[in-house]
């Protein structure tokens, strides 16, 4: 069984940075092409950043620049560092593979960016 848990959210002000990390068991991120979505109220949820199993990354120009994938093998974690937040950056944010299967969604993070 697939468990993919976020954590690392916050209230945070403008111009602040936040670390999430996506903890992964019944899944190997090392040899899965993960990502990171966000959904904003009212909105869809996106595709904001991935990783393949190779280590290339990929952002949404939103947040080229400012965020940064990466993954730790050992602990079979996979992180998002946001930097230079920004309030339209408020949104529940979500691991899962990429692209995504629909039973591996969790319960995000929340972050909320104050301006």
């Known amino acids: 069984q697939v468990q993919l848990v976020e954590s690392g959210g916050g209230l945070v002000q403008a111009g602040g940075s936040l670390r999430l990390s996506c903890a992964a068991s019944?899944?190997?991120?090392?040899?899965?092409?993960m990502g990171w979505y966000r959904q904003a109220p009212g909105k869809q949820r996106e595709l904001v950043a991935d990783?393949?199993?190779?280590?290339?990354?990929n952002y949404v120009d939103s947040v080229k620049g400012r965020f940064t994938i990466s993954r730790d093998n050992a602990k079979n974690t996979v992180y998002l560092q946001m930097n230079s937040l920004k309030p339209e950056d408020t949104a529940v944010y979500y691991c899962?593979?990429?692209?995504?299967?629909?039973?591996?969604w969790g319960q995000g993070t929340q972050v909320a960016v104050s301006s």
């Open positions: 990783i393949s199993s190779a280590g290339s990354t």
């Open positions: 899962n593979r990429n692209p995504p299967v629909w039973v591996y």
């Open positions: 019944g899944i190997i991120v090392s040899i899965n092409p």
